[in-house]
Each structure stands twice: as structure tokens, then as C-alpha cells.
């Protein structure tokens, strides 16, 4: 039999746990697809006497994560632990270090430092594998990077956070507000620890990051991603986008300009009949379009310990196989530098304003709107109250550096009540 390849896992949360029980489940159906037996070594959290509800009696225990990564008897260093500074970015250096593989679900740490990270493991002659830091259980990295490897990709886009997607379709199911939803979140335990990670659309912004870096062979950079939460999402917007035949969405979209690399997490009304729109609860999906292949489309559990454990498992089952590709598809240093373009494909856009309910008040907005060159596709006045108009217009394909000029002009009509929210309409 040949020698067993020796895990050591680091955090033993949810997806730690997750991990632990699919090995000891399943231990000869993994062994065979790995061609050896994959076998803990060591585990390590932040406390030992918790009660996980699973059997780690077998493995040795290293209270220093960091310990636990530089240990002489592993293959494969397992980070589940997140945060993308302290224990897990000096763990994952120290495995690599110590010439030890590494699979990391953590996406902020490779969103905020994977360029460096991959550039180590490849020194080092070892794997960084992260499928489970996008989109959860959905195997998108695995499509990337070899499925599609044959293709020029031409956009990437989806949903990619989980709790975003719950709230905002439990608002148009249920008729409850945001804040009533962010609360169920926070009782059902779907917040990260940081929530303004998941509803500013930073955890989302993550993933996209490192999507677009192997969809088009950049370096990670996550910074320059535009980035818009959902908090500021009200049932009015969601009611009216379901009347036009829209859903709201915060969807993340990726994609190669004349101008540079746009990468954008945002809220986006898109079609409800489209499988995005039809996209309900916690679930993610993934759109990849490729030159050859067309689009496809990826759904599944982007969270979870049984989706997330599941995709950990794939990477260190393919590393004990002897599989070995680049962290992000191709050589670190080979990952092209480029100009980030900000929101550089036109679009339609959907406006929402009150405006005083008094003569000339909507040709003075039809003129902001002119004036900056945008033209209106529809527009209507509905449920007018005390001298005010609500007003929604849906633009043609328009930039928003003009849709922000055409805004700020609002403002200086003095017909305008309140702030105009304004949400792309994504062409998916
Ligand atoms: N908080 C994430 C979500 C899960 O709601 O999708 C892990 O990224």
C-alpha cells in the first residue's frame, strides 16, 4: 500500500468539522480516488476542550496554528481558520515554508495577498489549491483553470454571496425590510463575523478578485474592485424592479475592457426569467462566457459545512493524486499587471427620485439627463403624496461617470426630495 498522504488542519469550525467527517466517513472511497489513504495528522484551534460533536482523539493536537504548519509529518497544511492577517497568513507561509501544501478555503487572505502567496508555493515546488474560497461547494475554480482552460473568457459573473441573496429574496417574498431580514440573518447564524464582509459585498468582492485573475491571467487585485453593499436596497426598489420584470441581485462581474479590467460587486437589476434572476435564497451561481464554449452556468451551496468541506476535499484529494497546476492557472509572475477600468461597459439604469409635484419639475431632470448625454427609455409617476412625485426612469445604455454627472445635477434643479437611487440593469 503506498504511505498514507498526512493532513493537519488547521480551525475546527463548521468547515473543519465538515472535513473530519467526510474522512472519517468515507475513508476507503478516498483513499482509492487518491490512490493512497489521506489521513489526519494534527489538528489545532483556538480551544481544545470545546465539545465538536467529533471524534479527534486520534489526532495529535498543536494549540499554535502556526506550529501545526511547520510539523515534520504532514503533506498538506489545511486552512479553514479565515482572516486575512495573523494566525492564517503566518500559517499558510510557515506551510509553504516548511515545503508542505497548502489548502486554504480563506478568500480574503488570497484576495489581499494570493499574488504573493502563489509566488511562495511555486518557489517553495508545492500546491496552493482554493476551491472552496469561491462560491463554496461549486467546483468553479476546477472550471477555470483546466475545464476552460482552452477558452478566452470573456465575462465572469454571479452571486456569490449567500446571506446577500437570503436577505434579498426573502425581502421581495416576505414584504419585510432590510433591517427585519439582517436580524434573521444574525439569529440563523449567516453573518460573517464581520457582517459589512457579507452585506457590504466585500466577501463577494473577494471572490470575484481571484476569479478574474485566473479568467484572465492577471494578478489578484482585489482593490480595484468597485464596490456597492446592499444595505441602502429598500422593498419600494424591489417592488418596482419585479414590475418591470426584474430581480435585484448583488452580482459581481468581471471583465476585460478596451480600457483596462473592470471588476465590479454591486447590486444589479437583472431579468427575472434569467437563471440569475431566478436565483432564490442562500444559493450562489456562476456564469463563465468563454470564445469556444458559450456561457455556462453554475449553481450550487455556496456555504455550509458539508458544500465547503466538499470542496476542500476535491483539492487535497487531487494534491495526494500528484496533481499540480498554478494557484491561479498559470505561473505567478506571469500574471499580467493591468489598468483597472471602472464600470467602462455602458448599460441601462434604473432611477428612482422623489421630485416636488409642481410644474416644469421632471423637464428639468429630462434635461440633467440630456444634457449629459443619456436617453430615457421609460419612464412613469406613480402614487404622488403631499407635493411629492415619485418618479422612475430607465435610461438606455448609458456609462455611469454620465449617470453620476446627470445625478449631481439633480441636486442643483431644486425639484429634487431626498437622494435618487441608482441600479444598473445587467445585460446576463
Ligand atoms: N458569508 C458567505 C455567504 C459564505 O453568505 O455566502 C462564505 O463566503
Given at each position: 500500500m503506498t504511505a498514507p498522504f498526512r493532513i493537519a488542519i488547521a480551525g475546527l469550525g463548521t468547515v473543519g468539522i465538515g472535513l473530519v467527517r467526510i474522512l472519517q466517513t468515507h475513508p476507503e472511497m478516498i483513499a482509492a480516488r487518491a490512490g493512497r489513504p489521506v489521513e489526519i495528522a494534527a489538528v489545532s484551534a483556538r480551544s481544545k476542550d470545546k465539545d465538536r460533536g467529533a471524534d479527534l482523539s486520534a489526532y495529535a493536537w498543536e494549540d499554535d496554528p502556526v506550529a501545526l504548519a511547520k510539523r515534520p509529518d504532514i503533506d498538506l497544511f489545511v486552512e479553514?481558520?479565515?482572516?486575512?492577517?495573523?494566525a492564517a497568513r503566518e500559517a499558510t507561509e510557515a506551510a509553504l515554508k516548511a515545503g508542505h501544501h497548502v489548502v486554504t478555503a480563506n478568500k480574503a487572505l488570497l484576495a489581499h495577498h494570493g499574488n504573493a502567496i502563489a509566488a511562495a508555493a511555486e518557489e517553495a515546488g508545492v500546491a496552493l489549491r482554493f476551491e472552496a474560497a469561491v462560491a463554496g461547494g461549486i467546483p468553479v475554480i476546477k472550471a477555470l483553470t483546466e475545464?476552460?482552460?482552452?477558452n478566452e473568457i470573456r465575462r465572469v459573473l454571479g452571486v456569490m454571496n449567500g446571506t446577500c441573496n437570503y436577505i434579498l429574496t426573502k425581502m421581495e417574498e416576505t414584504g419585510q425590510g432590510y433591517n427585519a431580514l439582517f436580524e434573521e440573518c444574525a439569529r440563523l447564524g449567516y453573518l460573517e463575523a464581520d457582517p459589512n464582509l457579507d452585506v457590504g459585498g466585500i466577501d463577494a468582492g473577494h471572490k470575484l478578485s481571484l476569479l478574474a485573475a485566473i479568467a484572465f491571467g492577471t494578478a489578484v487585485d482585489f482593490d480595484a474592485v468597485e464596490l456597492e453593499g446592499i444595505q441602502s436596497i429598500t422593498l419600494e426598489d424591489i417592488r418596482q424592479a419585479a414590475d418591470m420584470g426584474y430581480k435585484i441581485k448583488l452580482l459581481g462581474v468581471a471583465q476585460m475592457t478596451g480600457r483596462g479590467l473592470e471588476q465590479r460587486m454591486s447590486p444589479c437589476l437583472v431579468p427575472d426569467t434569467s437563471p440569475l434572476g431566478q436565483l432564490d435564497g442562500g444559493t450562489n451561481m456562476v456564469v463563465i462566457e468563454g470564445d469556444a464554449v458559450g456561457q455556462i452556468v453554475l449553481r450550487g451551496a455556496g456555504a455550509g459545512a458539508g458544500p465547503t468541506a466538499s470542496a476542500v476535499l476535491g483539492d487535497i484529494i487531487d494534491v495526494a493524486r500528484g496533481f499540480r497546476l498554478p494557484a491561479f492557472g498559470q505561473p505567478a509572475a506571469s500574471l499580467r499587471k493591468v489598468r483597472a477600468a471602472r464600470a467602462a461597459v455602458p448599460a441601462p439604469y434604473y432611477l428612482r427620485m422623489a421630485l416636488a409635484d409642481k410644474p416644469g419639475a421632471l423637464a428639468k431632470i429630462a434635461a440633467c439627463l440630456g444634457e449629459a448625454g443619456i436617453s430615457i427609455d421609460r419612464m412613469r409617476q406613480y402614487g404622488h403624496q403631499e407635493g411629492v412625485a415619485p418618479v422612475l426612469i430607465v435610461t438606455h445604455k448609458t456609462t455611469r461617470s454620465a449617470l453620476d454627472e446627470a445625478v449631481a445635477a439633480f441636486?442643483?434643479?431644486?425639484?429634487?426630495?431626498?437622494t435618487p437611487v441608482a441600479i444598473r440593469i445587467e445585460n446576463v
Amino acid at each position: 500500500m503506498t504511505a498514507p498522504f498526512r493532513i493537519a488542519i488547521a480551525g475546527l469550525g463548521t468547515v473543519g468539522i465538515g472535513l473530519v467527517r467526510i474522512l472519517q466517513t468515507h475513508p476507503e472511497m478516498i483513499a482509492a480516488r487518491a490512490g493512497r489513504p489521506v489521513e489526519i495528522a494534527a489538528v489545532s484551534a483556538r480551544s481544545k476542550d470545546k465539545d465538536r460533536g467529533a471524534d479527534l482523539s486520534a489526532y495529535a493536537w498543536e494549540d499554535d496554528p502556526v506550529a501545526l504548519a511547520k510539523r515534520p509529518d504532514i503533506d498538506l497544511f489545511v486552512e479553514v481558520m479565515g482572516g486575512h492577517e495573523g494566525a492564517a497568513r503566518e500559517a499558510t507561509e510557515a506551510a509553504l515554508k516548511a515545503g508542505h501544501h497548502v489548502v486554504t478555503a480563506n478568500k480574503a487572505l488570497l484576495a489581499h495577498h494570493g499574488n504573493a502567496i502563489a509566488a511562495a508555493a511555486e518557489e517553495a515546488g508545492v500546491a496552493l489549491r482554493f476551491e472552496a474560497a469561491v462560491a463554496g461547494g461549486i467546483p468553479v475554480i476546477k472550471a477555470l483553470t483546466e475545464g476552460l482552460a482552452g477558452n478566452e473568457i470573456r465575462r465572469v459573473l454571479g452571486v456569490m454571496n449567500g446571506t446577500c441573496n437570503y436577505i434579498l429574496t426573502k425581502m421581495e417574498e416576505t414584504g419585510q425590510g432590510y433591517n427585519a431580514l439582517f436580524e434573521e440573518c444574525a439569529r440563523l447564524g449567516y453573518l460573517e463575523a464581520d457582517p459589512n464582509l457579507d452585506v457590504g459585498g466585500i466577501d463577494a468582492g473577494h471572490k470575484l478578485s481571484l476569479l478574474a485573475a485566473i479568467a484572465f491571467g492577471t494578478a489578484v487585485d482585489f482593490d480595484a474592485v468597485e464596490l456597492e453593499g446592499i444595505q441602502s436596497i429598500t422593498l419600494e426598489d424591489i417592488r418596482q424592479a419585479a414590475d418591470m420584470g426584474y430581480k435585484i441581485k448583488l452580482l459581481g462581474v468581471a471583465q476585460m475592457t478596451g480600457r483596462g479590467l473592470e471588476q465590479r460587486m454591486s447590486p444589479c437589476l437583472v431579468p427575472d426569467t434569467s437563471p440569475l434572476g431566478q436565483l432564490d435564497g442562500g444559493t450562489n451561481m456562476v456564469v463563465i462566457e468563454g470564445d469556444a464554449v458559450g456561457q455556462i452556468v453554475l449553481r450550487g451551496a455556496g456555504a455550509g459545512a458539508g458544500p465547503t468541506a466538499s470542496a476542500v476535499l476535491g483539492d487535497i484529494i487531487d494534491v495526494a493524486r500528484g496533481f499540480r497546476l498554478p494557484a491561479f492557472g498559470q505561473p505567478a509572475a506571469s500574471l499580467r499587471k493591468v489598468r483597472a477600468a471602472r464600470a467602462a461597459v455602458p448599460a441601462p439604469y434604473y432611477l428612482r427620485m422623489a421630485l416636488a409635484d409642481k410644474p416644469g419639475a421632471l423637464a428639468k431632470i429630462a434635461a440633467c439627463l440630456g444634457e449629459a448625454g443619456i436617453s430615457i427609455d421609460r419612464m412613469r409617476q406613480y402614487g404622488h403624496q403631499e407635493g411629492v412625485a415619485p418618479v422612475l426612469i430607465v435610461t438606455h445604455k448609458t456609462t455611469r461617470s454620465a449617470l453620476d454627472e446627470a445625478v449631481a445635477a439633480f441636486s442643483d434643479t431644486g425639484v429634487l426630495e431626498g437622494t435618487p437611487v441608482a441600479i444598473r440593469i445587467e445585460n446576463v
